[in-house]
């Protein structure tokens, strides 16, 4: 699978809100899925989100190191649908920018709707690095970076 360059600021992708995916459009999507998904390990990423290979669509990858059952997860136009009042300082990083750590307050608990890579709707609670990095990459798909917050 070809690994994808990862664009870096100040490039003009990273600042656009991305559009959603039409659910007939998901199927099609497969093979950029999965270049997302070696991008990302080979970048030692724990998300990546579209716009930073320069494709303004919302879809995210999530690194199997910080999802509850230990698989890939792929989201499709994820939406944070609840959330807990407590957010959580911590530092992250980003990928599309590289050497910089920044301590970011997020959400300590999210509720989150997506569809997956079949089109199915997700609806599930994050808690948490996962919810962290989930919170990250929909921040990306808002064109939102870390050096925002
Ligand atoms: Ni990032």
């Known amino acids: 699978m070809p690994i994808l360059k990862i664009l870096t600021i100040p490039e003009p992708s990273l600042r656009q ?3 959603a995916v039409k659910p007939t459009e998901i199927l099609k999507l497969k093979p950029l899925f999965l270049d997302m998904i070696d ?3 080979s970048a030692d990423g724990v998300g990546l ?3 930073q290979i320069g494709k303004n669509i919302r879809l995210a990858t999530i ?3 910080v999802t509850p059952d230990k698989k890939d997860w792929i989201l499709i136009n994820p939406k944070i649908t609840k959330h807990s009042w407590k957010r959580i300082k911590d530092e992250e990083g980003c990928l599309s ?3 910089m750590k920044k301590e970011v307050a997020r959400y ?3 509720t989150i709707k997506a569809l997956d890579v079949k089109g199915r709707p997700l609806n599930f609670q994050a808690e948490n690095l996962f919810a ?3 919170q990250h990459e929909i921040d990306h798909l808002d064109g939102i970076l ?3 917050k």
Do not use: H, L, Q
């Open 17 to 19: 809100k991305s559009v």
């Open 39 to 41: 991008t990302m390990y």
């Open 49 to 51: 989100a579209a716009p």
């Open 63 to 65: 690194n199997k190191e």
């Open 97 to 99: 920018i590289p050497g």
């Open 108 to 110: 300590a608990k999210i």
């Open 132 to 134: 962290r990095v989930i």
């Open 146 to 148: 870390i050096v925002d």
